[in-house]
C-alpha cells in the first residue's frame, strides 16, 4: 500500500474510500456537469473529459465504454471522489464530494488498472486483510471478511490464505487484489478494466463473478472496459464515452445490439451481433441481432432446420 490516511486506504492494487459500509446497503453516485481538465489554467492545460451529468442508483450495474484515451478512467475516478473534478460536482447520496469533504471510509471500493502490481504483503490472506485491519477490526471479523472475500473471487481461502501473492499467477493475483477491496465491504465497487492481461476463461469467470456478487449483494458495480462481449455479460446499462463527451447512456442491449451506432463511436460490436450481421447477408434478409450466446446458438439451430425443411 502506497498511502494511508484516515479516510482512504490506498494502493496500486486499489482504493477504499469512505467510515465502514455494508454491500447492498445502496448508494447513488453523481455527477453534476463534471468535467475534468488536466493542468488547468496553464497553457498546457488538456480537456481530458468534457462536463458530465450522470447518477448512478444504488445496485446498478453499469458499464462504461469508450477507444482508448476517451476519458473512462477520468470518469470513474471523479465517480469514486479520487479526482476532484475541475467544473461542476461529484455527490454521493446527495453529499458533496470534495477534497475537503471526502467519500466516507468503506463506502467506495475503487481498484485501478493492474492492482496486482502493487501487492506487498507476505502472505494472501495479510494483503487481503490489510484494508479491514486498518479499520481496526476485531480478528474473528477480519478473518470472516478474508475468506468470503477470497472465495467471492474464486480463491480457496484455505490453499491460498498462506500462499506469498507473489507466487500467484497474474489472473490470481488479480483475484487477490479485488478480494482485497470486497474485504472492505464497499457499498459501490469501481473497477477499472478488471479483466486486462487476462486469459480467456479467466475474464470470463470474473465477469460472470461480479455479476453474481451484484446479484446476491445489491453492491453497486461499475466497470471500465472495451471489450464488447465482456460488457454484454456484465452490464445491465452502458455509458459511452468518445473524446471526452458523454455520447449514449441506456440499456445495453439496446446499444451493443446497434453496430452503425457504435461504430460512430469507434467500437465494434460484439461478437454474437457481428454473426447475426453475416447470417443477414449470407441470407438476404434481416436477423434481430443476439447478445446471448445460447440464444444465437438457437437461432442457428433453427436456420439449419429451415434448410433441412427445404
Known amino acids: 500500500m502506497s498511502e494511508i490516511s484516515e479516510i482512504s486506504v490506498t494502493a496500486g492494487k486499489g482504493a477504499i474510500t469512505g467510515n465502514g459500509g455494508t454491500a447492498g446497503s445502496g448508494m447513488r453516485l453523481e455527477l453534476d456537469c463534471a468535467g475534468y481538465t488536466y493542468q488547468a489554467g496553464t497553457h498546457f492545460a488538456v480537456q481530458a473529459l468534457d462536463p458530465v451529468s450522470l447518477k448512478i442508483e444504488p445496485g446498478e450495474r453499469v458499464a462504461i465504454a469508450g477507444p482508448v484515451g476517451s476519458g473512462k478512467s477520468t470518469l470513474l475516478q471523479m465517480l469514486a471522489g479520487v479526482q476532484e473534478p475541475t467544473t461542476g460536482k461529484v455527490f454521493h447520496d446527495g453529499r458533496e464530494i470534495t477534497h475537503r469533504n471526502q467519500p466516507r471510509v468503506g463506502s467506495i471500493g475503487l481498484a485501478f488498472q493492474s492492482p496486482e502490481n502493487c501487492l506487498f504483503e507476505k502472505t494472501v490472506f495479510d494483503d487481503v486483510a490489510f ?123 439496446e446499444i451493443l445490439t446497434d453496430p452503425a451506432r457504435l461504430a460512430g463511436y469507434g467500437l465494434d460490436s460484439p461478437g454474437t451481433v457481428q454473426v447475426c450481421e453475416l447470417l443477414a447477408e449470407a441470407m438476404g434478409r434481416p436477423l434481430d441481432p443476439v447478445l446471448d450466446e445460447s440464444r444465437l446458438v438457437e437461432m442457428l439451430a433453427g436456420i439449419m432446420d429451415e434448410r433441412a425443411a427445404r
Open 131 to 253: 484494508g479491514p485491519r486498518r479499520l481496526g477490526l476485531d480478528s474473528p471479523e477480519i478473518k470472516r471478511r478474508v475468506e468470503e472475500a477470497l472465495a467471492a473471487t474464486g480463491l480457496d481461502p484455505t490453499a491460498f490464505g498462506s500462499r506469498s501473492p507473489f507466487s500467484l499467477s497474474t489472473g490470481e493475483q488479480r483475484r487477490v487484489a479485488l478480494a482485497g477491496v470486497l474485504a472492505m465491504e464497499p457499498r459501490a465497487l469501481l473497477l477499472d478494466e478488471p479483466t486486462a492481461h487476462l486469459d480467456p476463461a479467466t475474464r470470463r469467470d470474473l465477469i460472470d463473478r461480479l455479476v453474481r456478487l451484484n446479484n446476491d449483494t445489491g453492491v453497486m458495480l461499475v466497470i471500465v472496459g472495451h471489450d464488447m462481449d465482456e460488457l454484454a455479460r456484465f452490464s445491465g446499462r452502458l455509458v459511452v464515452i468518445d473524446s471526452g463527451r458523454k455520447v449514449a447512456d441506456g440499456p445495453a442491449a
